[in-house]
């Protein structure tokens, strides 16, 4: 079943969409807000995003360039403007498509199904940013040329802050993402021991470190720099 985040505001098109989506076999998530899209994108895995361009508190345009810093997951933009400027925009930005509204629904999923097929063939194999690349394929790290030496552990702590970029997650939502499938998971002082040494790997300097930046009584966030 292909998991699809729909980002709108007008809750008619929503019922419609909720409802359509469930008979083609599709998992629908909902955000009303850019707030609301950010934090669940930052939660869970989607095949697919479906985003408003108008929107209470911003512009799925937003989202998309958040998106984009870690993912190729396909993205449609709907929007009642079908300036062509804005359509340009939306594609540069890292959009794979664009439906104007109205639209008729049969329209919709034609193009949803052939951006879940196209998309198979080119799934995310490789996360860059502040000088670091995972080749998650192979589960290898790279700073710069060099091959960094990471625990499981610590690799799986990695893979998920530099999915969450400028995102801060709690503990517990770290907590829960890196439960063990025996049954034990890593406690809170595990989690800071983890991070204590994923950036003695990771940082240039990591007694003051850029990347990994802990947010006070609120967790911790990969930074992007630059």
Known sequence: MSKILLLEDDLSLINGLTFAFSKQGYELEIARTV???????????????????????????????????????????????????????????????????????????????????????????????????????????????????LTAGEYKLLC??????????????ILDKLWDCQGSYIDNNTLSVYIRRLREKVEDDPSHPQKIVTVWRMGYKWNVVG
């Open 160 to 173: 998920l802050l530099m999915q969450n970029p400028n995102v801060v997650l709690s503990k517990e939502q």
């Open 35 to 149: 707030r609301e899209a950010e934090a669940v994108w930052a939660d869970g895995r989607y095949d697919l995003l479906i985003l408003d361009v108008s929107l209470p508190d911003g512009s799925g345009f937003e989202v998309c360039k958040i998106v984009r810093q870690t993912s190729k997951v396909p993205i449609i933009f709907l929007t009642a403007s079908d300036e062509e400027v804005s359509i340009i925009m939306g594609l540069d930005i890292g959009g794979d498509d664009y439906i104007t509204k109205p639209f008729k629904l049969g329209v919709l999923l034609s193009r949803i199904n052939a951006l879940l097929r196209r998309s198979k063939d080119f799934a995310d194999t490789e996360l860059c940013s502040n000088g670091l690349r995972v080749e998650m394929v192979k589960g290898q790290v790279y700073k710069g040329d060099t091959l960094l030496d």
